[in-house]
C-alpha cells in the first residue's frame, strides 16, 4: 500500500515497463519509475532511428515513449500493434497524434496516452486556462498573448504545451483565428513568444492586457522530476484503463 499526495491507487501495480528513448527525461524516468517500484525491463535508444517491427519487445506491461517528432509515430504505432499499451510524450508531431487516436478509436483496439507535457501543475493551467478563456469573453477590451521559455537542447517551438494552451483559448475565443509566433500584428491571431535559454526546463504563462491592468495565469518547472512523475502516473493507468487516454481523463476533469 503507497502513502502518496498524488493521485494512484490504493493498491499500486507494479509495473515492468519498456523505456523508448533514453534522453533527459527518459533517465528521468526510470529514475522516477524505481523509486515508485518498478521496473525497467527495456530501453530502446537509437538517435533518429524508430522502433521497428524487427526488434522484439522484451516483456513488459507498458511502453514510455520520448523520442523525437520524426519517429514516434512508428515507435508509438510498432509498440501498440505487439499489445503493449503506450505512453508518449513526445512533442512536435500533433497529425499524426491525432491519426493514431483516430486508429485506436476506430479500431477499438489499443492503448494510447498522449499528454503534450506530463506535469500534474500543467495540467492544472491547462484547466484554469480553460475557464479563464470562458470568463474573458465577457471582457473584450483585453487582448491575450503566450509566452513560453524552454532550455535550448529543445527542438521544437513553440513547445506543444505552448499550443495546447492557444489551442484552447481560440475555441472559447471568437475574435481568434488562430495563433502565430510573436511578432505578430494580426488582431485576429494569438500571439506566442517561444524562446530557448540556457538549461531552463520550462515556464508558461498567459497575459490577458487591457489598458487599465494585466492578469497573468503561469507556471514554472524546476526540473523534470515533475514530468517524469506525470509520465509514470499515466503509465500506472494505462495498464488499467484501454483506449485513448489523456491527462484530463486520468485527473478526474472529463470522463
Not at 522484439?56 to 506491461?61: G, H, S, V
Not at 483496439?109 to 500543467?122: H, K, Q, R
Not at 483585453?142 to 521544437?156: I, M, P, W
Not at 495565469?217 to 506525470?230: D, K, M, N, Q, V
Request: aromatic letters at 8%; one cysteine or more; charged letters at 20%.
Amino acid at each position: 500500500i503507497k502513502n502518496e499526495t498524488v493521485l494512484v491507487s490504493d493498491i499500486l501495480r507494479l509495473m515492468d515497463i519498456l523505456l523508448v528513448g533514453y534522453g533527459r527525461m527518459g533517465k528521468a524516468i526510470e529514475k522516477e519509475a524505481i523509486r515508485r517500484g518498478h521496473r525497467i525491463t527495456g530501453i530502446f535508444d537509437a538517435d533518429g532511428e524508430c522502433f521497428t517491427e524487427q526488434q522484439k519487445l522484451p516483456p513488459a506491461d507498458v511502453c514510455i515513449e520520448f523520442t523525437t517528432p520524426q519517429t514516434a509515430y512508428k515507435n508509438c504505432l510498432h509498440t501498440i500493434n505487439k499489445g503493449l499499451p503506450v505512453v508518449s510524450g513526445t512533442t512536435g508531431w500533433r497529425d499524426d497524434v491525432q491519426k493514431l487516436q483516430e486508429t485506436i478509436l476506430t479500431s477499438k483496439s489499443g492503448t494510447f496516452f498522449y499528454a503534450s507535457n506530463f506535469s500534474l501543475g500543467v495540467n492544472i493551467l491547462f484547466e484554469l486556462n480553460r475557464q479563464l478563456a470562458r470568463i474573458m469573453q465577457k471582457a473584450p477590451e483585453y487582448s491575450v498573448s503566450l509566452e513560453e521559455t524552454h532550455h535550448v537542447h529543445k527542438l521544437d517551438a513553440p513547445s506543444g504545451t505552448a499550443i495546447t494552451l492557444a489551442e484552447d483559448i481560440i475555441k472559447e475565443s471568437p475574435n481568434l483565428d488562430g495563433w502565430a509566433l510573436a511578432p505578430n500584428l494580426d488582431s485576429h491571431t494569438l500571439p506566442i513568444e517561444a524562446k530557448r535559454i540556457g538549461e531552463i526546463p520550462g515556464i508558461h504563462s498567459i497575459k490577458w492586457h487591457s489598458p487599465v491592468d494585466e492578469l497573468t495565469l503561469s507556471h514554472e518547472a524546476f526540473g523534470r522530476e515533475g514530468f517524469a512523475l506525470g509520465a509514470v502516473l499515466a503509465a500506472e493507468y494505462a495498464v488499467t484503463h484501454h483506449g485513448v487516454l489523456s491527462m484530463r481523463m486520468m485527473l478526474g476533469f472529463s470522463d
